[in-house]
């Protein structure tokens, strides 16, 4: 037999044997000379190490140095997800307050260009008006003038007409005139100093009737 082995008849049942031959190895057989041994049966060494004290104590020691690892490993993947969670939350936070500012720059913009808006009706209101103001003065300049034009004329007639200078409808040369649109004749009587003959005067031509009202206003201006 083997020196890394033993019968497991001798670890199992020792009360069969007188002597326990791990303890007297040396103190005869383990069996009656009437006996008939069985024989024994190879076992190796490493099945029954676990009976034996000193890999007792290995085995409890690896046990807890096992359950040590399993811990010191659950803590740290609890760490691990604690450190994740807490980034998360930070990432989280980040975008959040991002988020405001983008909300915050955006709502600033729309603020800016609602009053640059405002500021911008409020110069055409204003230029509007302006424009309606000086619109409103050029036609009172307008009238004013119309009218200071309208009494000069009627008083230029007056005048004429008191020192008997107004020709009356018989002036053949300014009806020839007259009948026939002759616009470039009646101003050269116009420029010759005969405006007088024209005053009072109609015709039914729109152009010809047009430069006779504007007859006493030129003698006027001349």
Do not use: C
């Not at 009053?115 to 230029?127: G, I, S």
């Amino acid at each position: 037999m083997s020196m890394n082995t033993i019968d497991p008849r001798l670890l199992n049942n020792p009360l069969q044997s007188k002597t326990n031959p791990l303890e007297h190895p040396n103190e005869g057989s383990v069996w009656d000379n009437n006996d008939s041994p069985e024989p024994l049966m190879a076992v190796p060494m490493s099945e029954i190490a676990a009976f034996l004290p000193n890999n007792r104590e290995q085995e409890e020691r690896k046990r807890k140095e096992g359950e040590e690892e399993n811990r010191a490993r659950k803590e740290a993947e609890k760490k691990n997800e604690q450190m994740r969670l807490e980034a998360e939350k930070k990432k989280n936070e980040e975008n959040i307050k991002l988020k405001e500012m983008e909300d915050k720059k955006l709502k600033d913009k729309l603020e800016q260009e609602k009053k640059l808006d405002a500021q911008k009706r409020k110069q055409e209101e204003e230029k509007k008006k302006k424009l309606e103001e000086e619109k409103k003065k050029k036609t009172e300049e307008i009238e004013r003038k119309k009218e200071k034009t309208d009494r000069e004329i009627g008083e230029e007639r007056q005048r004429l007409l008191d020192e008997g200078m107004l020709m009356g409808s018989g002036d053949s040369e300014v009806d020839n005139l007259l009948n026939s649109a002759d616009l470039d004749g009646l101003a050269n009587l116009l420029l010759e100093g005969n405006g007088n003959r024209l005053i009072g005067r109609t015709s039914e031509n729109q152009s010809v009737q047009s430069f006779l009202d504007n007859v006493g206003l030129y003698m006027v201006r001349k």
